[in-house]
């Protein structure tokens, strides 16, 4: 079974996306800012994927995201990152991260999960950094 870590400061948000990917058959981890999310991911490098919000407290998805890349234990992990409108800047620098989807607030659970599905049976892991 495969762990996906979601990344989500809104708890009613958390919960509806953990609970449409355990209806998936995944295990799900919720981590509510950057800060918990980079500490889970330590403990849980063989995570899946990441569904990451770009909004976070402590650390934005964007600082995550830029140390899940930098991490050689973690740069392949996929992520899917959720926005809202209006963060263009913050877009631009995501997908030069390397994700494999951007989607935006609010977004349909259904589909969310269909992407992690898509993401996760096409096995396209980020690019490395250094390569």
Excluded: N, Y
């Amino acid at each position: 079974m495969a762990t996906i870590l979601v990344v989500e400061d809104e708890p009613h948000i958390g919960r509806i996306i953990r609970t449409r990917l355990e209806q998936e058959g995944f295990h799900v981890e919720v981590a509510e800012t950057g800060a918990e999310a980079l500490d889970r991911l330590a403990l849980m490098p063989e995570t899946a994927l990441i569904v990451l919000d770009l909004m976070l407290p402590v650390l934005s998805g964007v600082q995550v995201l830029h140390a899940v890349r930098h991490d050689p234990r973690l740069h392949r992990i996929p992520c899917i990152v959720l926005t809202a409108a209006g963060q263009d800047e913050q877009l631009r620098e995501v997908e030069a991260l390397g994700v494999f989807d951007i989607m935006t607030k609010p977004f349909s659970p259904r589909r969310l999960a269909a992407r992690v599905q898509e993401c996760l049976a096409e096995a396209i892991p980020a690019p490395s950094l250094s390569e």
